[in-house]
């Protein structure tokens, strides 16, 4: 009797959180949606390869960084100190506003990044994951879009 309600316990502690992680094609058809194919010349691949490196597609994703004092937010890890809340603030969202899974902030914060003279460079796991990929087709695969 013991060993099943730790077993009950062990496996209620290990379940998901929720956490509103979205799959490959809910993500490429949301960016679609949004006008980010072929955005600035970036073809909707590359999106969908950029929201896995950054946060395996995980829309509600905040990651601290230590080292170089910034925190992403969503679904791009868009950075606090240039795009949102207290710092620069360029893209006039709060940082809370990029958690949402519905992906219209999101967007629209990482269409003014991509305008600038970085493009997608400005997300340094594209530039290392997506940019030069041969296989950037594969994100897509299986999806109706």
Do not use: D, H, I, S
């Given at each position: 009797m013991k060993t099943s309600v730790?077993?009950?316990l062990l496996g209620y502690l290990m379940a998901p959180s929720g956490a509103a992680v979205l799959g490959r094609c809910v993500?490429?058809?949301?960016?679609q949606e949004g006008g980010l194919s072929d955005y600035e010349g970036y073809s909707l691949e590359n999106w969908v390869c950029l929201a896995y490196f950054e946060s395996k597609f995980n829309?509600?994703?905040?990651?601290e960084n230590v080292r170089d004092a910034y925190v992403g937010f969503g679904l791009f890890q868009i950075r606090n100190t240039n795009w949102c809340d207290k710092g620069q603030n360029l893209c006039h969202v709060s940082c809370s506003d990029l958690l949402d899974p519905n992906?219209?902030?999101t967007i629209e914060c990482a269409k003014k990044i991509v305008k600038g003279k970085e493009g997608m460079g400005a997300w340094p796991s594209w530039t290392l994951n997506?940019?030069?990929s041969d296989t950037l087709a594969r994100w897509l695969d299986?999806?109706?879009l």
């Open positions: 730790v077993f009950a993500v490429a058809k949301r960016l829309p509600e994703a905040v990651y992906l219209k902030k997506c940019q030069f299986g999806c109706k």
